[in-house]
């Protein structure tokens, strides 16, 4: 799905120099910035059920942990590679720096696809992941989640090797647990409803009603399923929605113009996001090629998938209609296509203020499995959307005073602070 021309870790470093420069960081600060603090590249041996060994290649990357301990997922995906988790914990040490958690960033990923193992194969897996790794993962060290492909059950059994082996309870080591075993209430929800917090309040800004605007999203896994819930919810109208379709080896856009059921695709869709063609058909979708996404004559596209998708090569096919790219994904936008939409005056809202909601949700399930006292729904959505609401008028109000791309805005908040804590630790 990704584009290979491009390396999210050369991305993710090019945005970085750029407000580096801007910033006049000094130079200790800025190498150590630039580049993770700790990577672990280790092998699983898993047995398979038909007796066989496989040997999955697998990551955990420590970005920076100078605001607090290490804080990200673990992505299961058929093309991970060192330099994807490599920017995508990079990635989170923003994350958590622009919403004001005090974490830090780090990533993991498995070369796997989980579609071709059967359940007791991803347990095999998960808990050979902890038993490589279980020095270096932690309630005050490095705190994984769920990403791509992975889920609840998959940090459950994470977590029940790690306190096999340190032998005790330590449900702050992992989160986005199931609710009733150290889950929070909202965790599933909170990434998607965390972008259309942040988009709720740039359409406010924008003076224009959520209720008079459409959307075409790409993937319809957890974040693009709860983003699409929400905005309908406010009134939006969800035109169409791209997603890779597992039988066939491809991705399709389900198109309706009168606005998409997103229950009704919700239970047409397998583990992983991927939607029932055959279904879809009956349902009355239009099934046109993947990349039709992008061409839809639409008011904001919400790239909900994977990296590299928005490169200057599609730039050409988004409608001149498109006034908002919402980037619920990690690095969905190429550093070479920023100026191309800055240009064309459509707002950016940035992938690490975006999706913050997901790691913001994550903290708060720490904070309740440390009083080991769980919060109602309500109260974690309340304090969801007023962190993010908080986060997106910093971001927005410093782009307006400073005249600053909303990306570059982002980054300044964030590195600002993550370089402050660097400062006060007397790193540099
Ligand atoms: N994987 C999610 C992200 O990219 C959540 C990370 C977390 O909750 O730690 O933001």
Same mark, same amino acid.
């Given at each position: 799905?990704?584009?290979?021309?491009?390396?999210?870790?050369?991305?993710?470093?090019?945005?970085?120099?750029?407000?580096?420069?801007?910033?006049?960081?000094?130079?200790?600060?800025?190498?150590?910035?630039?580049?993770?603090?700790?990577?672990?590249?280790?092998?699983?041996?898993?047995?398979?059920?038909?007796?066989?060994?496989?040997?999955?290649?697998?990551?955990?990357?420590?970005?920076?942990?100078?605001? !607090?301990? *290490? $804080? #990200? &997922?673990?992505?299961?995906? +058929? @093309?991970?590679?060192?330099? /994807?988790?490599?920017?995508?914990?990079?990635?989170?040490?923003?994350?958590?720096?622009?919403?004001?958690?005090?974490? !830090?960033? *780090? $990533? #993991? &990923?498995?070369?796997?696809? +989980? @579609?071709?193992?059967?359940? /007791?194969?991803?347990?095999?897996?998960?808990?050979?992941?902890?038993?490589?790794?279980?020095?270096?993962?932690?309630?005050?060290?490095?705190?994984?989640?769920?990403?791509?492909?992975?889920?609840?059950?998959?940090?459950?059994?994470?977590?029940?090797?790690?306190?096999?082996?340190?032998?005790?309870?330590?449900?702050?080591?992992?989160?986005?647990?199931?609710?009733?075993?150290?889950?929070?209430?909202?965790?599933?929800?909170?990434?998607?409803?965390?972008?259309?917090?942040?988009?709720?309040?740039?359409?406010?800004?924008?003076?224009?009603?959520?209720?008079?605007?459409?959307?075409?999203?790409?993937?319809?896994?957890?974040?693009?399923?709860?983003?699409?819930?929400?905005?309908?919810?406010?009134?939006?109208?969800?035109?169409?929605?791209?997603?890779?379709?597992?039988?066939?080896?491809?991705?399709?856009?389900?198109?309706?113009?009168?606005?998409?059921?997103?229950?009704?695709?919700?239970?047409?869709?397998?583990?992983?996001?991927?939607?029932?063609?055959?279904?879809?058909?009956?349902?009355?979708?239009?099934?046109?090629?993947?990349?039709?996404?992008?061409?839809?004559?639409?008011?904001?596209?919400?790239?909900?998938?994977?990296?590299?998708?928005?490169?200057?090569?599609?730039?050409?096919?988004?409608?001149?209609?498109?006034?908002?790219?919402?980037?619920?994904?990690?690095?969905?936008?190429?550093?070479?296509?920023?100026?191309?939409?800055?240009?064309?005056?459509?707002?950016?809202?940035?992938?690490?203020?975006?999706?913050?909601?997901?790691?913001?949700?994550?903290?708060?399930?720490?904070?309740?499995?440390?009083?080991?006292?769980?919060?109602?729904?309500?109260?974690?959505?309340?304090?969801?959307?007023?962190?993010?609401?908080?986060?997106?008028?910093?971001?927005?109000?410093?782009?307006?005073?400073?005249?600053?791309?909303?990306?570059?805005?982002?980054?300044?908040?964030?590195?600002?602070?993550?370089?402050?804590?660097?400062?006060?630790?007397?790193?540099?």
């Amino acid at each position: 799905m990704a584009t290979t021309a491009y390396n999210p870790f050369e991305n993710a470093q090019i945005q970085f120099d750029q407000v580096a420069d801007l910033l006049e960081l000094n130079s200790g600060t800025r190498e150590l910035l630039r580049q993770p603090m700790q990577e672990i590249h280790f092998t699983i041996p898993v047995k398979m059920d038909d007796g066989t060994t496989q040997v999955f290649k697998a990551y955990r990357i420590r970005h920076n942990d100078a605001r !607090g301990p *290490g $804080k #990200g &997922g673990i992505r299961f995906h +058929p @093309h991970e590679t060192a330099d /994807t988790v490599r920017a995508l914990s990079m990635w989170m040490t923003w994350k958590c720096a622009v919403v004001d958690i005090p974490l !830090g960033g *780090g $990533k #993991g &990923g498995v070369v796997c696809d +989980p @579609h071709h193992l059967s359940l /007791t194969e991803q347990e095999r897996l998960c808990r050979g992941y902890i038993r490589q790794l279980f020095t270096q993962v932690g309630p005050n060290l490095d705190v994984p989640a769920p990403d791509v492909m992975t889920n609840g059950q998959h940090m459950l059994w994470m977590l029940d090797e790690y306190e096999t082996i340190n032998n005790g309870r330590f449900p702050s080591m992992i989160t986005g647990k199931p609710v009733g075993m150290g889950g929070s209430l909202g965790r599933k929800e909170a990434t998607g409803y965390g972008v259309v917090y942040v988009l709720k309040n740039l359409l406010k800004e924008l003076n224009i009603p959520t209720q008079e605007t459409t959307a075409s999203i790409q993937g319809f896994g957890n974040v693009a399923e709860y983003a699409a819930r929400m905005y309908t919810e406010l009134g939006g109208k969800v035109i169409a929605v791209s997603c890779w379709n597992q039988s066939d080896n491809q991705a399709y856009t389900f198109k309706k113009q009168a606005g998409c059921d997103i229950e009704q695709l919700a239970q047409i869709k397998d583990d992983f996001g991927g939607i029932d063609k055959e279904k879809a058909i009956d349902l009355g979708y239009e099934v046109l090629p993947g990349e039709d996404w992008l061409k839809q004559e639409v008011d904001i596209l919400i790239p909900a998938a994977l990296e590299n998708q928005i490169t200057p090569a599609v730039f050409p096919n988004i409608s001149e209609k498109v006034k908002i790219i919402c980037e619920a994904a990690n690095g969905p936008t190429t550093p070479d296509c920023d100026p191309l939409i800055r240009e064309r005056g459509i707002t950016l809202l940035p992938d690490f203020l975006c999706n913050a909601g997901g790691v913001t949700c994550s903290y708060f399930e720490q904070v309740q499995c440390g009083m080991n006292y769980f919060w109602e729904i309500e109260e974690v959505f309340e304090k969801l959307e007023s962190a993010m609401t908080k986060a997106f008028y910093a971001v927005y109000e410093l782009s307006l005073e400073k005249d600053l791309y909303m990306r570059d805005a982002a980054y300044t908040i964030a590195i600002q602070r993550v370089a402050e804590a660097v400062r006060l630790r007397g790193w540099a």
